[in-house]
């Protein structure tokens, strides 16, 4: 089987080093707030340009921390698309505020910064007052920041970025981590930048955000020990995490490249085949992180079928997101905007996520167009 996601390919090139790293902080034994922390988090701050970065337990207590940063209330709305991983809008109902669903572009998968204005007057004409914005840059694209920080700094809204796919991206001349107030990313094993287990950082410039996401993620901790500020939570990062993550890091500028090739490989190959694949776009100016590689399948290919019969060649694939968020129990009592969700509706039926990872060979990317031709030829 063709490997979706090759952790192991990158170990083998850096087992030792990493191996090294762990032994040290076995020697130290300072498995919780160790020095290794405070080396990544400002390693990740010289990588974003971000001032402040708070690593801790996931992407998802980096969600939650920034919206304790922000000083989200209950009742209070946030922005959030509808087409991303549950995480996204899981953090608001957890404090007490309120996702509003929009829709995303179909050919970048991100938030459509045009229906922002139609969200926002959703939300007020059902009373609920909005704060802020969260864009997800989903499979590795940053969102339209420009117009969605413009859209929010003239109507008062502070912007969250949910870069857990991202992280590594680019937008413009910014590093992703650095595009808004506050950014979150995920350090999940099979992120462009992963662990091995849970981990996630927080990034700001802005010291009060920083001062109580850090207060946040140790029980709410004032400036003696056991003396508290705020409800807080444990979401510390494992020393053994971040030794790992800055062995990471040191190869992770050049494993973003491979990334780039092994996309426009596969853009070259599925191009020449004109199949009626939608492929993913890169808006100018802009670097995906390349999280994923996905693509939106012409109306007529079954993509169950297509994905079985791919399985039955090695190759696996992966569908992100088959059910709107908007879809899920959890999630259905929440308002979604006046401009509906088509996009979202029908990219969750019709997308499909190839296997991606920097070590993809390119006869394999071959292997795999071919065998999308073959299927197609047939269906
Ligand atoms: C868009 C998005 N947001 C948030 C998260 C949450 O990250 P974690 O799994 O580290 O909690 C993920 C991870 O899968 C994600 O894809």
Redesign the pocket.
Same mark, same amino acid.
């Not at 996931?58 to 969600?63: E, N, Q």
């Not at 991303?84 to 996204?88: E, G, K, L, V």
């Not at 979150?184 to 999940?188: E, G, R």
């Given at each position: 089987m063709i490997p979706f996601i090759d952790l192991n390919a990158q170990q083998k090139l850096i087992r030792d080093k990493i191996d090294n790293r762990i032994k040290q902080v076995l020697n130290h034994g300072q498995y919780i707030l160790g020095p290794e922390v405070k080396e990544l988090e400002e390693k990740l701050s010289s990588f974003t340009g971000s001032k402040y970065v708070l690593c801790c337990s996931?992407?998802? !207590?980096?969600?939650l921390l920034s919206l304790l940063g922000l000083k989200i209330k209950p009742g209070e709305g946030v922005i959030v698309p509808a087409f *991303? #991983?549950? =995480? =996204?809008a899981e953090v608001m109902p957890l404090l007490g505020a309120i996702p509003i669903f929009i829709d995303v572009k179909r050919d970048t998968f991100n938030i459509d910064p045009n229906k922002l204005d139609d969200t926002l007057k959703t939300a007020k004409d059902i009373g609920v007052e909005v704060k802020g914005i969260m864009p997800? $840059?989903?499979f590795g694209q940053p969102a339209e920041m420009d117009l969605i920080n413009d859209f929010a700094k003239n109507n008062d809204l502070w912007v969250l970025d !949910?870069a857990?796919?991202s992280f590594g991206g680019k937008y413009k001349e910014k590093i992703v981590g650095n595009l808004s107030e506050v950014a979150? *990313?995920? #350090?999940?094993p099979?992120?462009p930048l992963g662990c091995y287990g !849970?981990? $996630?950082a927080v990034f700001t410039s802005d010291r009060e955000i920083y001062e109580i996401a850090n207060s946040s993620h140790i029980h709410g901790m004032g400036r003696k020990r056991y003396e508290y500020d705020r409800i807080g939570m444990n979401a510390r990062m494992s020393t053994i995490q971040a030794a790992i993550l800055l062995e990471k890091l040191k190869i992770f500028p050049e494993e973003l490249e491979k990334r780039q090739i092994v996309a426009d490989n596969y853009n070259k190959n599925l191009n020449s085949l004109n199949l009626g694949i939608e492929l993913p776009r890169i808006i100018k100016n802009l670097k995906s992180s390349w999280?994923q590689y996905t693509v939106v399948l012409p109306k007529n290919i079954n993509r169950n079928k297509l994905q079985e019969y791919l399985k039955s060649k090695n190759i696996p694939t992966a569908v992100?997101y088959p059910i709107p968020l908007n879809e899920h129990k959890p999630y259905n009592k929440y308002p979604v905007s006046k401009c509906g969700l088509d996009v979202t509706y029908n990219l969750s039926k019709k997308v499909l996520s190839l296997p991606m990872h920097p070590y993809l060979k390119e006869d394999e990317i071959i292997y795999i167009c071919e065998n999308i031709n073959n299927f197609f030829k047939n269906n």
């Open positions: 996931s992407g998802t !207590d980096a969600l *991303t #991983f549950a =995480s =996204s997800v $840059g989903l !949910d857990a796919q979150a *990313t995920s #350090f999940f099979a992120k !849970d981990g $996630g999280a992100y």
